[in-house]
């Protein structure tokens, strides 16, 4: 079984690889937001959401935020 990474640090860094590329601000930004809105989301609520597959009910969480939130936390 693989072991759980840190979504926020994982959503930081890709926010980071993102800038260095030059990628648009709004890609930046909404990876930004997500990892704050991870930070302050008890980690019990969090691991839930993603075995239900309710992260997209969040606001500003779109296909691709879920889906790296949830394979972060599947390690």
Do not use: C, H, K, Q
Not at 32 to 40: D, E
Request: charged letters at 30%; hydrophobic letters at 50%; a positive charge.
């Amino acid at each position: 079984m693989a072991v759980s990474r840190d979504p926020v640090a994982d959503l930081r860094r890709i926010a980071f690889l993102l800038e260095v590329a030059n990628e648009p601000t709004y890609r930046v930004r909404a990876f930004r937001n997500a990892a704050a809105m991870v930070a302050a989301m008890p980690a019990a609520e969090l691991a839930e959401r993603a075995r239900r597959g309710t992260l997209r009910d969040l606001a500003g969480i779109g296909e691709v935020l879920a889906r790296t939130i949830a394979e972060s936390l599947r390690g």
